[in-house]
C-alpha cells in the first residue's frame, strides 16, 4: 500500500513537470500574424511593411517589402512578440495597423494612389498616415478603438493648441479624462486604455498642469516600460527631453556631468540617478541614462569618445536586451554613413522582381548610386555608369537604386532598351531608404568596400571625377597587396 501510494505521488509530480514544461513553451505560431488586402488598383504595385526598431532614435525597421499580385492582391506574415504599430506604405498611402500576435488581418484597401513627379522631386513630401479598416475585425477592435480616440483628441489639440501650449490653458484640459473615460468605458483593451492615459497625460505635460514629480510619480514610477506603446513613449519623450543638463543644476544630480563625461562610469552615473527619490527602478534609470546621451549627442555638447565609452558599458552590464539594442543603435546613428562605418543593410527589389540585399553582395568595390530618372543629370550619369560597369567589372559592382515615386517604370524601360547589365534596384516604394542614406539630390553616392564599408562617403557622382578616385583607390588596393604577399613570402623562407 506504502509503495502504491508513492508511486502514484511520482506519477503526479513527473505529470505536473510535463505539463509546467508544455504551458512554458509558447505555442507554434503563437506570435505570428498574417496581413493580407485586395485592390485591383493595387496590381504589381510594391507594399513596404516597417515598425519603428526603437522610440530613444526613432529608427525605422524593414520588416517586410512585397509585391501585390496581377488581381491586386497580397498576403505575407509577419513575427512579432507583442502589439506593434506597423506601417504599410505604396505610392501616396501609407496606413497604420496595431498588430496584434496572433491575429489575422484581412485589410480594406483604399483605392492605390501613384505620387506625381512634383511629389518625387521634394525631399520633404510625406504621406499623409490613415487607419486600415479591418474586414475580420474582433470586439473589441484595438485600431478601431485608437483610431477613434485619435480622432477626437487630435481635434481638441488642433482646436486648443495654442491655449494649451502657451497659456498652460487648464480649464477643458481637466475634463479631458473624464470624458474619455466614459466615452471608451466599453473598451476593456490594456493597450488602448494605457494608450488613452498616456495620450491625456502627454497632453497635460505639454500645458504643464502636473509638475514634473507628479508625473513621473503617477506613470513612471514602479510602472512597466512600454517600449512599444506610441503614447507611454510621445510622454516619456516630452517629459526627459533634454534631462541631464536639468539634473546636473539639482542637489541630487550634480555629479550626473562628471559620471558621464570623465568618469564614463555606467555604475557612478546610475548611483546619482538613483538619488532622486522616484528613480528606484533600475530599468527606468538606464532608459533616462540612454535618452539623456542621446539627447547630449544631438547637441553635440558631449564628447563623442566619453560617450561611446559609456555607452559600452551599459551594453555589458545592463541585464535588459532591449538596452542593448538601443545602445547600437544610438551608436549607429552617430556614426552614421562615417567613412569606414558599415553601410545600412537593405532589401529591394531588383528589375527581374526578385529580393535583393545589401548583405548578399560579394564584390572588391561596390558603386552605390541613387538616381531619379526625372533629374538633369540622369541620363548622363546611366551613360557614365554603364562605360564604367564594362571598363571595370572585374573590381567593381555597381548597383543603381531608382529614387523619385512613380519613376520606376522610365527607368527600368531605359535600362532595358539600352541593355544595361549593371545592378537596378526599385528604391521608389521604399521612402525610408532614402532617409537612411540621406539623398537629398540625384545622383547621391557611396564607395564600399569587399566588408560594405563606406570607403568614400559620399563618393563623387559618376561625371564628377569618380573614375580619378576610383583609379586611385585601386591603385593603393594592389600596392597593399603586393606588400602582403611579400610579407607572407618572407616569412615562408623564413621557416
Excluded at 75 to 89: D, Q, W
Excluded at 331 to 341: D, P, S
Amino acid at each position: 500500500m506504502f509503495g502504491t501510494k508513492n508511486m502514484l505521488i511520482a506519477h503526479k509530480i513527473i505529470f505536473v513537470a510535463i505539463f509546467l514544461i508544455f504551458i512554458s513553451q509558447p505555442a507554434t505560431g503563437q506570435n505570428e500574424i498574417t496581413i493580407q488586402g485586395c485592390n485591383p488598383t493595387f496590381s504589381s504595385k510594391t507594399i513596404t511593411i516597417t515598425a519603428e526598431k526603437d522610440f530613444i532614435t526613432e529608427t525605422i525597421d524593414t520588416l517586410a517589402v512585397l509585391k501585390a499580385n496581377s488581381e491586386g492582391c497580397f498576403k505575407t506574415k509577419l513575427k512579432l512578440n507583442e502589439i506593434t504599430k506597423i506601417t504599410l506604405t505604396s505610392g501616396k498611402l501609407q496606413g497604420v495597423l496595431y498588430a496584434e500576435p496572433g491575429r489575422d488581418y484581412d485589410l480594406q484597401l483604399p483605392n492605390y494612389e501613384e505620387l506625381t513627379i512634383v511629389d518625387s522631386l521634394n525631399p520633404y513630401f510625406e504621406t499623409e498616415a490613415f487607419f486600415f479598416r479591418i474586414k475580420n475585425y474582433k470586439i473589441p477592435e484595438l485600431n478601431d478603438a485608437i483610431a477613434n480616440f485619435d480622432a477626437i483628441f487630435n481635434a481638441f489639440i488642433g482646436e486648443n493648441f495654442s491655449k494649451i501650449y502657451k497659456l498652460n490653458y487648464k480649464a477643458q484640459t481637466d475634463t479631458l479624462k473624464p470624458f474619455f473615460d466614459s466615452l471608451f468605458s466599453d473598451i476593456n483593451h490594456p493597450f488602448f486604455n494605457e494608450y488613452k492615459n498616456y495620450s491625456i497625460a502627454y497632453l497635460e505635460a505639454l500645458a504643464k498642469i502636473k509638475g514634473f514629480n507628479t508625473t513621473v510619480k503617477e506613470f513612471f514610477r514602479n510602472k512597466p516600460i512600454l517600449y512599444n506603446n506610441p503614447a507611454y513613449t510621445s510622454l516619456f519623450t516630452e517629459i526627459f527631453k533634454n534631462f541631464i543638463p536639468y539634473y546636473a543644476d539639482t542637489k541630487e544630480g550634480e555629479q550626473i556631468i562628471s559620471d558621464i563625461i570623465k568618469a564614463k562610469s555606467y555604475r557612478k552615473a546610475m548611483a546619482t540617478l538613483g538619488n532622486h527619490p522616484l528613480f528606484e527602478s533600475v530599468e527606468l534609470r538606464e532608459l533616462i541614462l540612454l535618452k539623456g546621451i542621446h539627447d547630449l549627442l544631438n547637441e553635440e555638447s558631449i564628447p563623442e569618445s566619453s560617450s561611446y565609452q559609456l555607452l559600452d558599458s551599459i551594453k555589458i552590464l545592463t541585464q535588459n536586451p532591449r538596452h542593448k539594442l538601443i545602445v547600437d543603435e544610438i551608436k549607429r546613428k552617430n556614426q552614421h554613413l562615417a567613412e569606414g562605418t558599415k553601410a545600412p543593410d537593405f532589401q529591394l527589389l531588383s528589375i527581374s522582381g526578385e529580393k535583393t540585399s545589401l548583405k548578399n553582395i560579394k564584390a572588391v568595390l561596390i558603386y552605390l548610386t541613387f538616381i531619379n530618372i526625372n533629374s538633369f543629370t540622369a541620363q548622363a550619369d546611366l551613360e557614365t555608369l554603364n562605360i564604367l560597369s564594362k571598363k571595370y567589372k572585374n573590381q567593381l559592382h555597381i548597383i543603381t537604386i531608382a529614387v523619385g515615386y512613380g519613376t520606376w517604370n522610365k527607368i527600368s524601360e531605359i535600362f532595358q532598351q539600352k541593355n544595361y547589365e549593371w545592378t537596378l534596384l526599385d528604391g521608389t516604394t521604399s521612402p525610408e531608404i532614402e532617409k537612411i542614406y540621406r539623398v537629398k539630390a540625384s545622383p547621391t553616392c557611396y564607395l564600399l568596400d569587399s566588408n560594405h564599408r563606406l570607403k568614400l562617403s559620399p563618393a563623387p557622382g559618376p561625371n564628377e571625377y569618380f573614375e580619378f578616385y576610383l583609379i586611385k583607390i585601386l591603385r593603393e588596393m594592389r600596392i597593399e597587396e603586393l606588400r602582403r604577399s611579400k610579407k607572407t613570402e618572407s616569412e615562408d623562407q623564413r621557416q
